[in-house]
C-alpha cells in the first residue's frame, strides 16, 4: 500500500480517437498539476474529454501521446504486477452510478478490493474506520438497496479509498444526487483531502466545483482556469 504524499502530474497529454469520420482529437497537450492533498474540479460540456482524462490518469484508458506521474511513477511505464497494483491501489474511481454489487453488505463492497490487492490483513478495521471516515459506519450490514443514493456514494468512496489510494478520481459523482445531498457528498470528498489524497472531480455543478481548491474547464483537449475562461465566455 502506498502511504507517502504524491503529486499527480499530467504532462502533454493527447488523446486522438480514429474513427471512421476523421480524428478526433479530444486532449490535447493538456497539463495539470495537482499537489497531495489538494482537490481540483474539471467542469466542461458533454464530450469535452472528461472522462477520458480521468480514464487515462487511472490507466483505464492509454493516451496516444504525454505522460502521467504520480510521485515518482510513471504510469505508462507500468507493466504486470507494476501496473495491477497501481490500478488497484494508487488510485480509486467514483463513478455516476455506485457500482455496488447489490448481493454484499455496505462493509463487503468495501472490503471487495482488497481481495483482488491481496490487502485483506486488518482489512475489516480499515473497512470500518473509512465507513466511519465518510459517515456511514452505521449502515455498514445493510444492502445497496436498502441506501439511500448519498450513501451509496459514500460507500462507493470508502471502497475506492481501502487499499490507500493517493489520487481519488470522482466521475459526475453527483449526477443521480438531488442537490443538498450532492453537495453533502461533495463537502465529505473536498474533507478526505486533509488525508493527503488527491481528490479530481468531474462535475457539471459549478456549485459543487466551488466547494473544492482549484476548478478548470476542460476545453478544445485542454484545461483553462475556470474564473478565467467564464470571465471570457462572459458567463462570469
Ligand atoms: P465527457 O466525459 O467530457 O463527456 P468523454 O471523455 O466521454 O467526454 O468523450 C470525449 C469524446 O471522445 C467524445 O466525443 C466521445 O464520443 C469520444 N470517445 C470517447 N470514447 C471513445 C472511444 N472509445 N472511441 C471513439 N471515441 C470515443
Ligand atoms: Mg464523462
Redesign the pocket.
Known amino acids: 500500500m502506498m502511504t507517502e504524499p504524491q503529486t499527480l502530474e499530467v504532462a502533454d497529454l493527447t488523446k486522438v480517437?480514429r474513427?471512421p469520420g476523421g480524428e478526433?482529437r479530444?486532449l490535447d497537450g493538456l497539463e495539470l498539476t495537482a499537489r497531495p492533498g489538494e482537490s481540483v474540479a474539471i467542469l466542461?460540456p458533454?464530450?469535452?474529454?472528461?472522462?477520458?482524462l480521468l480514464n487515462i490518469i487511472g490507466s483505464l484508458d492509454e493516451p496516444t501521446s504525454g505522460t502521467v506521474r504520480v510521485g515518482d511513477v510513471i504510469v505508462g511505464e507500468l507493466e504486470g504486477a507494476a501496473l495491477s497494483e497501481y490500478r488497484a491501489c494508487t488510485v480509486g474511481f467514483i463513478f455516476q452510478d455506485h457500482h455496488l454489487l447489490p448481493q454484499l453488505t455496505a462493509l463487503e463492497n468495501v472490503l471487495l478490493p482488497t481481495l483482488a490487492a491481496r490487502q485483506t490483513d486488518g482489512a475489516e478495521q480499515r473497512a470500518r474506520e473509512l465507513l466511519e471516515r465518510v459517515g456511514v459506519i452505521e449502515r455498514a450490514g445493510a444492502f445497496p438497496a436498502r441506501l439511500s443514493g448519498g450513501e451509496r456514494q459514500r460507500v462507493a468512496a470508502a471502497r475506492a479509498l481501502i487499499n490507500g489510494a493517493r489520487v481519488l478520481l470522482c466521475d459526475e459523482p453527483t449526477g443521480n444526487l438531488d442537490r443538498e445531498t450532492g453537495n453533502t457528498l461533495v463537502r465529505m470528498l473536498a474533507d478526505l483531502t486533509k488525508d493527503g489524497v488527491t481528490v479530481l472531480m468531474?462535475t457539471h455543478n459549478v456549485e459543487q466545483a466551488g466547494m473544492l481548491d482549484r476548478r478548470f474547464l476542460?476545453k478544445n483537449g485542454r484545461l483553462a482556469p475556470w474564473e478565467a475562461a467564464a470571465v471570457e465566455e462572459g458567463a462570469g
Open positions: 480517437y474513427t478526433n479530444v466542461g458533454s464530450g469535452s474529454g472528461k472522462s477520458t468531474v476542460l
